[in-house]
């Protein structure tokens, strides 16, 4: 079966992976000069089933509006009235009841899960280093009432079997020794044992490699620009180096797989939820992070990598802009300054973008299309990393006509249709 996949994002590349692993005849194509140069380049580090939720929740929106007025707010949104920012919005804020956090957060959660599960699996098979690390992530809390309100996520862990630990600030340094200098900030945390870190850059230049053992072909520097259907089925891919047939297309293209699949009238609700990072060499290993922090507060995670020290956070919807304006990356760099200023060297920090392809219900969009031969594996959002592995063995199972190891039936684009 020849197989054409479009992006060659941490997305694209794990489901070449899978999909060349089942025997397929598989070609991947991108705009780029190699692989994971958009969103996939410098994210948090985190795999996170145990943080793996909707952004849409019960009290978000009441949140929003009161982060619009704070400096180092995790959310900002442009003032300019675009049709597409206020439609998803709207189609979030319906996302926000309990009964619908619950369902998305589940199925969030499971994928998750089997991701990490795939990505202990990979190490043992291929032996894949990604300055991986399997130290869990500490959420910290600066307020009682941060402390409180954990107890409702305490519940959910609890009830769907999610290892973790709750702590005082003694207990935290046991797990971050770092932290010392600043433990009286902190009232208290909540250690999700099982999630795990990385490198999302390193990781898929080693699995590119893998790829390319497995006969899979990369077509770099090539810009997509049409998908052509006929009778109901895909034919063929327009592409800036001419155009390539294939049995099965897999789109990948996270926050520009909207505008190409609404050219052949399919409407996949995602938009680029833009975020920033910096990345900055440990200057003192006893001060540094030993896995990943999260402040509760700014919504900032500081995750070790190796010898370097990684944070991201904030998540503005201002369309597909790029820039990397020191008013927005002053949240991170503050974050890090606030938490571990002995730690890191802050003049040498490399600051990046990337633009989170999100749905509005959280949950990515995986599996087959009204269109005969299409598939879609895309709209990742905050957790691209974490679920890529589970999210390619699932598409590839799916491709292959094989049964999914988790219940993938209320993944597929089709959830929309109502
Ligand atoms: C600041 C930040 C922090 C994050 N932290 C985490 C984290 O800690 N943990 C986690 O799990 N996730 C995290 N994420 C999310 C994660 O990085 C993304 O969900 C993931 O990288 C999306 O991967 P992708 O392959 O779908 O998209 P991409 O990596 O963007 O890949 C899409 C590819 O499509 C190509 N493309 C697009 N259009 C065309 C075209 N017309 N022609 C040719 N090629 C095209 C692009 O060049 C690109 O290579 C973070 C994201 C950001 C921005």
Redesign the pocket.
Known sequence: MKVCI???????LTSAYYLAKKGMQVTV????ADV?????FA??????PGYSAPWAAPGVPLKAVKWLFEKYAPLKISPELELKKVAWMSKMLRNCTASKYNINKSRMMALAEYSRDCFIDLRKEIGIQYDDGQGGTLQLFRSDAQVESSEKDIKVLKSLGVAHEVLSPTEILKVEPGLAPVIDKFKGGLRLTGDETGD?FMFCNALKKQCEDLGVTFKFN???TKLVVEQGKIQTVATSEGNIDCEQLLV?????SKE?LKAIGLDVPIYPVK???LTVPISDAQFAPTSTIMDETYKV?VTRLGNRIRA?GTAELAGYNLDLPKARTDTITHVVSDVFPQGADLAEAEYWT????MTPDGTPIIGETPIKGLYLN?G????????SCGSAAVIADIMAGEVTAIDSSSLAVKRYAN
């Open positions: 479009l992006g060659a994002g941490v997305i694209g194509v991108d705009r780029q994971a140069m958009e969103a996939s994210n948090a580090g985190q795999v996170s999302c090539t810009q997509i990948c293209l996270g926050s520009y190409m975020g920033y990072s995670a991201a990337g633009l989170r392809p895309t990742h959002g905050t957790l691209g990393w974490t679920m």
